[in-house]
């Protein structure tokens, strides 16, 4: 029921009056201009008022509740943004409303998290996504403004239904507290938003330069191998050109093509296929260096994703994925700069899944590795071969096992990182059980839980949902025991880089010391020199400040989560 309008005394007091005020934004455009917000005190009512009678009566609310807060909040005060708010978004996520979406290789997706779909899900209902507005009006500036009026009134309204139903979800399951995690983390994710990556401007221009003149002569190289008119970029135009040099290609695409994907390319000796590897990684690396020369404060200011990864981590978008900066040959990284009067430093857990392994499964031979700071490859390395000195080689596959058996990688994958045969890979995985017996038996204890559960938790808590486990299909089901075992260990190491982050927050504010981004396993910030020049003091400062803080994250653990510190003139020469 959408309500008239009403003065501002009555909607001061119609919001004092209430405990829960859902809260809806409605602009022209992301980040345009503010129409107005719909917001809701209770039950199938709400009311749509100016962007100034929004700022008068915000302050009177006592608990506002939001659907994705980040984006309705960059139209607010610093203040408000660093301040932790109910998100019925963030809710749907820990309780795991999304749909996943696998992908080859990273971090499975997640989606579905949207107002409308979960509304529908929820209640049944339904009204015209901006989308579906735009499709029908011809763009968001001709949409009637008392259209989105009534958009934002039922944005608010079901954002609070939202909010009352996965609260009490959320407590009946027990999640109160992983929901808890996410939303303080959210103004420290805002902070490192405002803050931004300063970058080395006259940098990235040359690199553009010279990055565009290498695209062209790839290309025409190319061109000089095949035919005038050759594309290199075009699968099709790839995969013929390539067969008809007598290439042997076996792999085909869901729609019977023959495939030109890395994994495939990379396995074939052809001066072609050497020269169109590289034209993609030219073009990859370029498509992140034109974003970056387009900012307007030698900035890069991205937006922080909490609700788009199966394993909670995060990934970052608008203008780009900093998560996700290609790392090969550094030259991108490079760009990345402190500002004036600090240094960048990168702190990084170190073999934080090993670690989470070994407590969670309590095999007390990769306990007692660690805690003997032993090189934990080496140990691998020894148990396997049954040496007292393994050779590189040797140091090399207990690597690469070790950290298959964090990613719950099967004797397929094992096959394929090392290159050996299947029966060589059923052997290695089976010494490997042998050698670290306490990890079978917790694979164990995560089917178990698929089992009777459907479903995977990390360590704090953090869930991975599999409906229907139990009919799936066995090679579907091989597979989600994969993900499964992947999930705990993954969240697990997440969530304690996440807790530190909460745990540090003001102290580090305190040193001056500036948080900017979250990758992986690891957090980069800028150091001011003014408190500390010498670069051997600030390293142990910031690694005992972290170690410190990992023992108050993991009371109780056996295993010692450790962090090493790594300072520089960029991204990527710190040391």
Request: net charge negative.
């Amino acid at each position: 029921q959408r309500q008239g309008v009403y003065k501002l005394d009555a909607h001061v007091a119609m919001i004092r009056e209430s405990d829960i005020v859902a809260l809806d934004i409605e602009s022209i455009g992301l980040g345009g201009e503010i129409i107005g917000a719909g917001f809701s005190t209770s039950h199938a009512t709400a009311s749509f008022v100016s962007p100034s009678v929004l700022r008068a009566i915000y302050p009177h609310i006592k608990h506002p509740v939001w659907f994705n807060a980040t984006y309705d909040l960059q139209y607010f005060p610093v203040a408000l943004r660093y301040q932790p708010v109910d998100d019925a978004m963030l809710m749907a996520y820990v309780l795991g409303r999304g749909k996943v979406r696998q992908k080859e290789d990273g971090d499975d997706n997640i989606e579905g998290l949207n107002l409308i779909a979960l509304a529908s899900r929820e209640f049944g209902a339904a009204w015209p996504s901006v989308r579906e507005l735009i499709q029908q009006y011809g763009s968001i500036e001709a949409v009637p403004r008392e259209v989105l009026m009534e958009k934002g009134c039922k944005d608010a309204d079901y954002t609070r239904r939202l909010y009352v139903v996965y609260r009490r979800e959320l407590e009946q399951r027990g999640l109160m507290q992983v929901y808890d995690r996410a939303k303080r983390l959210r103004p420290i994710l805002h902070r490192m938003e405002d803050t931004g990556m300063v970058l080395d401007t006259e940098y990235l221009q040359g690199l553009r330069t010279s990055m565009e003149q290498e695209s062209t002569a790839i290309t025409q190289t190319c061109r000089q191998l095949v035919r005038e008119d050759f594309n290199p970029r075009s699968d099709i135009q790839v995969s013929s050109a390539l067969l008809d040099r007598g290439v042997r290609l076996t792999t085909r695409t869901k729609g019977g093509r023959y495939s030109t994907k890395q994994s495939v390319l990379s396995t074939i000796e052809d001066e072609l296929v050497d020269n169109i590897l590289r034209l993609r990684h030219v073009e990859k690396l370029l498509s992140y260096v034109h974003v970056l020369c387009n900012t307007t404060d030698s900035c890069i200011h991205t937006h922080f994703n909490q609700a788009s990864t199966a394993s909670e981590r995060l990934s970052s978008s608008r203008p780009i994925n900093l998560q996700n900066i290609p790392s090969k040959d550094n030259i991108v990284e490079k760009a990345f700069v402190p500002p004036l009067g600090y240094v960048l430093g990168v702190v990084d857990a170190s073999q934080i899944e090993l670690r989470g392994l070994a407590e969670l499964s309590g095999d007390a031979g990769m306990i007692e590795a660690f805690k003997n700071n032993e090189d934990i490859h080496a140990r691998t390395a020894r148990q396997i071969f049954h040496v007292d000195n393994p050779t590189p080689t040797q140091r090399y596959i207990g690597k690469t096992l070790n950290f298959a058996t964090t990613y719950g990688a099967d004797v397929g994958k094992i096959r394929e990182l090392l290159g050996c045969s299947a029966k060589e890979a059923l052997e290695f995985k089976g010494l490997l059980d042998k050698a670290y017996t306490g990890i079978p038996i917790y694979r164990r204890t995560i089917i178990d839980r698929l089992i009777s559960e459907e479903r995977a938790v990390g360590a704090f808590g953090f869930e991975r949902r599999f409906p229907g486990f139990n009919y799936y299909r066995e090679r579907t089901k091989a597979s989600a025991i994969r993900e499964a075992f992947d999930h705990v260990i993954q969240n697990t190491a997440v969530s304690i880089v996440f807790q530190i982050m909460l745990d540090l927050d003001a102290e580090l504010q305190g040193r001056g010391i500036i948080v900017v981004n979250q990758i992986h396993d690891s957090i980069m910030f800028y150091y001011p020199l003014t408190r500390q020049q010498d670069y051997d003091i600030i390293r142990e400062e910031i690694t005992t400040m972290f170690n410190e803080s990992a023992s108050r994250v993991c009371v109780g653990w056996s295993t010692p989560i450790t962090f090493e510190t790594k300072l520089g003139p960029n991204w990527a020469e710190v040391q």
